[in-house]
């Protein structure tokens, strides 16, 4: 079994003061097979924190994927 440590650093611009905010890092493991898909968890309280502008998702130090503000997925491979 595959075992993958995500952390998701989550940039948060916020509508009031036109700030940016860094945060998240809390740690979970997922687990799955080598070669099948996994869903990577990520919570996003926009009540708080605002308007959602980007999800980073890491594996180690290495970035793996990128959801934008604009709803597009991209994986670091497709740059």
């Keep these: 079994m595959f075992v993958v440590r995500i952390f998701a650093v989550l940039l ?3 509508e009031q003061s ?4 860094v945060t998240g890092s809390d740690a979970e ?3 799955a097979h080598i070669g099948t ?3 990577l968890p990520c919570r996003v309280d926009t009540k708080q924190c605002g308007q959602l502008h980007s999800v ?3 594996k180690d130090a290495n970035r ?3 959801l934008s503000h604009a709803g597009q997925g991209r994986a670091e491979a497709e740059r």
Excluded at 18 to 21: A, Q
């Design 12 to 14: 948060m611009v916020f």
């Design 18 to 21: 036109c700030c940016e905010s």
């Design 29 to 31: 493991i997922v687990r």
């Design 37 to 39: 898909n996994v869903s």
């Design 56 to 58: 980073k998702w890491y």
């Design 64 to 66: 793996v994927y990128v």
